[in-house]
């Protein structure tokens, strides 16, 4: 079955540590996306990548990196920069196809600091 | 700037009831909308979405939506609500321009089925 995988689904780090999150997809889609989704703030997006090996800042890319060297993978390092990185973090992908889109998302991993 | 706005971010309804959302956008130019139903600790999956054909959208699990211009609003609605509509909607809008389709999404509006 086609989709989006994302790892881990639970995942904790120690403040200080850089962790990289995980999202593969297998439906041929050329953009994909990270989001960010607090309580009551819905989502926002983090970096997205319309294209292999090029990618842009989203409305809240401070203390995120991304890489974007394969159209299937697009992973999201939390850096040690990231003031508050505990959130639930979600990926998407979505076709460019005639211009009518529509992201497909996966479960999301939930990242809290320790 | 693209923008949505959710009005409740908590709505009860009786089972059996209607269900109403609503969202309204705003765009400087004519939009893609679409509704989004998330359950707990899981991603989104797509109720519907408006593309310029008809304004009157029909989505998965009896929901559907009407695309108004002269309110710019999108809301979302179920003649009957059902135990299992019970989550957290978001309505998102993004541009129709080729190569953007990045979504700008509401701040969600969560839903409660009373017995």
């Known amino acids: 079955d086609g989709g989006i995988t994302q790892s881990p689904k639970y995942l904790f780090r120690k403040e200080g540590q850089n962790v990289t999150l995980s999202c593969e997809q297998n439906l041929n889609h050329d953009a994909m996306y990270w989001y960010r989704q607090d309580p009551g703030q819905g989502l926002r997006l983090i970096y997205y990548?319309?294209?292999?090996?090029?990618?842009q800042k989203g409305d809240i890319a401070e203390g995120y990196s991304v890489s974007r060297e394969k159209k299937e993978s697009f992973p999201l390092t939390v850096t040690s920069a990231q003031k508050n990185p505990t959130a639930f973090y979600l990926c998407a992908s979505s076709t460019r196809q005639g211009g009518n889109t529509e992201a497909f998302f996966g479960q999301g991993t939930r990242l809290t600091v320790v | 700037a693209q923008s949505v706005t959710q009005l409740g971010s908590h709505v009860s309804v009786s089972e059996g009831a209607l269900v109403l959302l609503r969202c309204n956008y705003s765009?400087?130019?004519?939009?893609?909308l679409f509704w989004y139903v998330q359950y707990p600790n899981q991603g989104l999956q797509l109720l519907l979405k408006y593309t310029s054909a008809a304004t009157l959208v029909k989505g998965i699990n009896g929901f559907e939506a009407e695309f108004k211009k002269s309110e710019t609003s999108f809301h979302l609605t179920k003649p009957s609500a059902h135990m299992s509509d019970a989550a957290e909607y978001f309505c998102a809008v993004s541009d129709r321009g080729f190569g953007n389709e990045k979504l700008t999404f509401g701040t969600g509006t969560r839903l409660t089925i009373i017995p």
């Open positions: 990548s319309q294209i292999v090996n090029d990618f």
């Open positions: 765009s400087s130019v004519p939009p893609y």
